[in-house]
């Protein structure tokens, strides 16, 4: 493991190699699992903020999942997480040429929103656990995502690489500066 600032970084984040491929997993990381995703206390302030343009630009399916469990919720771990549609895909998501897309980045990149979407979904497959002293960073590893580890090894694409403007967005450049500068010194680093 690395350590930068508060975060234990488990050496997959820089050891192993990813890449999405939407063509072929056509967004399923939006579809498949058992909660929503996570969501920071500042991003619930601004779902609250601009929950209204997104509300109108929502499926009925969401839109429906969104008035009756609310922007977001409380899953079973305890976690604040987005609501989903009937317990499958992510009530945010709408589906364009068979591939599962998020609402709110689309809002975003139409300059509709200043928020992109929410950061656990940006650095996914990685995922954050915060502990009291410390946040773990950590590679969520997912059958549905074979086809961008094969991807990522095709093209040799590093999974910190792969996930750079989204660690920059949660930890900055300077951090991910780090990261990279122990990723390409990894075998100079002495191992206990």
């Avoid at 350590?3 to 056509?26: P, R, T």
């Avoid at 109108?56 to 409380?74: A, C, D, I, Y």
Wanted: aromatic share 10%.
């Amino acid at each position: 493991m690395l350590q930068i600032g508060d975060a234990i970084i488990s050496l997959d984040i820089i050891e192993k190699k990813f890449c999405c491929d939407l063509n072929v997993c056509k967004g399923a990381c939006c579809v498949h699992g058992d909660s929503g995703a996570p969501l920071t206390e500042e991003e619930m302030k601004k779902l609250n903020e601009i929950g209204h343009i997104i509300k109108t630009h929502l499926t009925p399916e969401g839109l429906n999942s969104v008035e009756n469990q609310g922007l977001f919720l409380k899953d079973s771990e305890g976690d604040m997480v987005t609501p989903l549609n009937n317990g499958k895909e992510c009530a945010y998501s709408f589906f364009e040429d068979g591939i599962c897309k998020c609402v709110i980045e689309k809002l975003y990149f139409e300059n509709k929103i200043d928020f992109r979407k929410p950061v656990s979904c940006h650095l996914y497959p990685v995922r954050i656990k915060k502990y009291k002293d410390f946040e773990a960073v950590n590679y969520d590893r997912w059958d549905i995502c074979k086809c961008a580890v094969e991807k990522g090894e095709k093209e040799n694409i590093d999974l910190y690489s792969f996930c750079r403007e989204s660690f920059i967005r949660k930890y900055g450049e300077e951090w991910y500066e780090q990261l990279k500068f122990s990723a390409e010194n990894i075998d100079k680093i002495p191992r206990v």
